[in-house]
């Protein structure tokens, strides 16, 4: 699925290490106190927003900083600048609820983090389909230098992403918690978490293939560790917290993982997944314009697995809903399972 067993194999697997403990540790920061959420969310991203339009006005001027800046060369699309302001909304509400800030406080805007999750989840089955588009069962290349391979893999994921949408259950039942360092959504369980987790890795796949060994493995890994382990109910204000943090980092560093369209990596870290079946040789090779070399078959299992998975949970929350009798989407439906109770005895229900 990756190449990580050759001479690089130590750097790729203890960065891996380092990029998911990294992402913990910040979390840990950004959750427990309202300064470090302050300066995650609020104080960091503003200065980068400034640093991006300047290389915005400065590259249109022809200035050659701008111009060369691994920013602008490498990390240009859409889809990284939407996702990186659309997680940034997502833990900035998710403070709203949890401090009981402003609008935080209404009933009507429980419904936040559901709207939040559906549109980043809309914005990669976006990507997904434009992938597809793109390049059916061949090779193109994107703005950003990373040659992808469309085809339907990402037809299949995407419908797997419209899908995990519906999994979403109890959006009006989100909650601060009672300690006050999270926003609990109880009905946000192991079921929720795992289709998600598998839809995203294939979308990683999929559409960031250089990416991907670490924003499809550590940054799913980081939030589902700390659900599982400390932090029930708080998933999603986990996965929002580390996907903003590594959106931020990515955006200004993108060669820490690249390897670019010639088949050059930065650092011996770098991977690539098995699409590249020969790996920088075959990126060689469809520089020459060849359209051999490409093994997409792990994009295709693992997209088909992605939708069975959310076609199986989408059956499950059906049924549950339908033997309880009630809405899905405004009742909880996951009452009777260990991580509902755990979750919802620490959420403060008088709020």
Not at 29 to 49: E, N, Q, W
Not at 136 to 142: A, E, F, G, I, T
Not at 168 to 174: I, L, N, Q, S, Y
Not at 210 to 238: D, E, F, M, V
Request: net charge positive.
């Amino acid at each position: 699925m990756f190449q990580v067993f050759g001479p690089n194999a130590a750097y790729q697997w203890g960065m891996l290490a380092v990029v998911l403990f990294g992402l913990i540790a910040l979390n840990e920061v950004a959750r427990r106190t309202k300064m470090g959420g302050y300066i995650m969310f609020y104080v960091i991203p503003a200065i980068l927003t400034i640093y991006f339009i300047a290389i915005a006005i400065c590259a249109k001027k022809g200035m050659s900083w701008a111009l060369n800046n691994q920013t602008y060369l490498y990390m240009n699309g859409w889809f990284h600048y939407f996702k990186l302001y659309a997680s940034l909304l997502g833990c900035i509400g998710f403070m709203w609820i949890k401090y009981q800030w402003g609008i935080g406080k209404c009933h009507w805007f429980k419904c936040y983090p559901f709207l939040i999750v559906a549109a980043n989840i809309i914005i990669a089955v976006v990507s997904d389909f434009e992938s597809a588009i793109n390049g059916w069962n061949s090779w193109w290349l994107s703005s950003e230098d990373v040659w992808l391979y469309g085809g339907l893999h990402n037809v299949l994921n995407g419908l797997a992403g419209i899908i995990n949408i519906f999994l979403m259950t109890g959006w009006w039942k989100v909650y601060g918690s009672k300690d006050g360092k999270d926003m609990i959504w109880a009905d946000m369980g192991l079921l929720y978490i795992i289709t998600y987790d598998i839809w995203n890795f294939a979308y990683t796949y999929n559409c960031l293939p250089t990416h991907s060994w670490y924003c499809g493995l550590a940054l799913l890994l980081a939030p589902t560790i700390a659900a599982l382990l400390w932090n029930r109910g708080g998933w999603i204000q986990n996965r929002a917290n580390t996907l903003c943090i590594w959106c931020m980092f990515a955006q200004v560093f993108p060669l820490f993982q690249e390897t670019n369209s010639k088949g050059i990596q930065f650092f011996k870290w770098a991977v690539l997944p098995g699409l590249y079946s020969n790996g920088t040789d075959t990126i060689a090779n469809i520089t020459a314009g060849s359209s051999a070399g490409a093994d997409p078959k792990w994009m295709l299992m693992i997209s088909a697995l992605a939708l069975v998975a959310n076609v199986i949970g989408l059956v499950i929350v059906i049924k549950r809903a339908k033997a309880k009798k009630v809405n899905p989407y405004t009742n909880d439906i996951f009452e009777d399972t260990a991580y509902y109770q755990a979750a919802i005895a620490r959420a403060d229900l008088t709020k």
